[in-house]
């Protein structure tokens, strides 16, 4: 593969694979560009070098081909204000002869977007002979797009079959991920501290799995917790339990202590008598909750235990909510654990936050520019967590 930053675009046609499936309303406005705003550096890097881009994307998921609610079109103005004194021009369709002729006028300093490519069922089945009708478009490809990487589709991972190994490369957004989640997997410096929230186990239990390889410390949160408590024999009241996985939750300690793993567990919670903004809560010992209450946050004890391992570690790596963030009642847990993290980090050590809910609790604190990393990836970020290898990553490494 070919390094990005070292490449020399200069009168070269770049295919980037973006991620500009961004939310709209009802208007067709868009109401969060994140997505769009962290690919610029890669875009602007091919254009100051003096090449071209074209923009390959998805947008939704249009079930029955070409729909207008899922038109790439929407982005267009977006785009331009996003790339000042730039010629944005658009192709009706990303494959065809309007995309073929657009592309091959495109100037030097000239973007050109593509329609949305989930417009043809081939995008998503992975088909060859669609990945080959892109990949002519361009002289080399970026993938840019970290968020469907873990996706065998045309554009994230076939196509890149047909570009020779020094015309295909990561974009910057999909480097710095790649770079932030190999690091934490790969390279971590010890004490590595996983914090693992969010409601149900069964939906962390692969990336859990995985970690007991890696971490020195897991931190388990959230609805999760209480199913590790109830296996133990414990009561949790009405809070949120898997029962069909109090087994594996067992499993999971046993396996952590022979692998000389500590796994904490909340030690005290904040109860409520009902899942509501306006429940009256309370706070007890985690293992000993009054039948009529839930667990809805980690309690104080267990912030101050978990911030202690939090601020002796050198490497974090933090997944979902220590509770039910959404609602203020029920915040302090999650707030406290990012401050933490937040301290860690400002003390030299290396933090990612990825998956959903721990991105938005980071945002909601303002915490996001003060620990290492916030992942974009989402989905694609937590099955890398999981030790799974990402077709898209894998695509641009091989050969
Ligand atoms: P996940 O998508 O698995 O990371 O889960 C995130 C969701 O878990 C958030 O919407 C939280 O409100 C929810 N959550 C966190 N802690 C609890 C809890 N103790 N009880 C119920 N839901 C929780």
Redesign the pocket.
């Known amino acids: 593969m070919a390094i990005f930053s070292e490449y020399n675009f200069s009168s070269k046609k770049a295919l980037i694979r973006v991620d500009f499936n961004v939310p709209l309303n009802e208007h067709f406005e868009i109401t969060d560009d994140t997505r769009m705003t962290s690919t610029m550096p890669t875009i602007k890097k091919i254009l100051a070098d003096g090449g071209s881009v074209i923009l390959m994307s998805h947008l939704g998921r249009p079930k029955d081909g070409p729909t207008d609610k899922y038109s790439l079109k929407h982005l267009v103005s977006h785009l331009k204000t996003l790339l000042v004194d730039v010629k944005v021009d658009f192709a009706n369709d990303c494959i065809g002869q309007e995309a073929i002729d657009k592309s091959a006028a495109l100037q030097n300093g000239e973007v050109l977007l593509l329609e949305n490519l989930r417009f043809y069922k081939e995008e998503e089945k992975g088909d060859a002979a669609f990945a080959e009708k892109l990949s002519k478009l361009g002289d080399v490809y970026v993938n840019d797009a970290f968020g469907t990487a873990h996706r065998a589709h045309a554009s994230t991972a076939v196509i890149a079959n047909y570009f020779a190994a020094d015309k295909k490369m990561f974009g910057l957004l999909m480097e710095a991920e790649v770079i932030s989640a190999e690091k934490v997997l790969h390279a971590a410096e010890k004490p590595f501290t996983a914090i693992i ?4 186990v069964s ?2 239990i692969l990336i859990i799995e995985n970690l007991l390889n890696r971490a020195t410390d897991i931190i388990i ?6 199913t590790f408590w109830k296996a133990q024999g414990k009561m949790i009241g009405n ?2 339990c898997e029962d069909d996985r109090m087994p594996l939750a067992l499993e999971i300690l046993a396996k952590a202590k022979s692998l000389g793993v500590n796994i904490h567990l909340p030690i005290d ?1 904040t109860i409520a008598d009902k ?1 509501a903004a306006d429940a009256q809560t309370s706070n007890c010992e985690s293992y000993g909750i009054p039948s009529g209450w ?4 980690i309690g104080q004890k267990a912030v101050s235990d978990f911030s202690e391992v939090i601020l002796n570690s050198k490497t974090i790596l933090w ?8 609602m203020e009642k ?1 915040q302090n847990g999650t707030k406290s654990i990012a401050l933490a993290v937040a301290e860690a980090t400002s003390n030299g050590a290396f933090s990612l936050v990825g ?4 991105v938005a609790a980071v945002n909601m604190f303002h915490l996001a520019d003060k620990v290492s990393y916030v992942s974009t990836g989402g989905g694609a970020m937590l099955e890398y967590f999981e030790g799974k290898i990402l077709p898209g990553i894998a695509a641009i490494q091989k050969g």
């Open positions: 929230g969010g409601a149900k939906d962390k949160g959230g609805g999760m917790a209480y809070s949120l919670s899942f839930m667990g809805l946050d997944n979902g909510p220590m509770g039910v963030f959404e029920f998956g959903g809910d721990s």
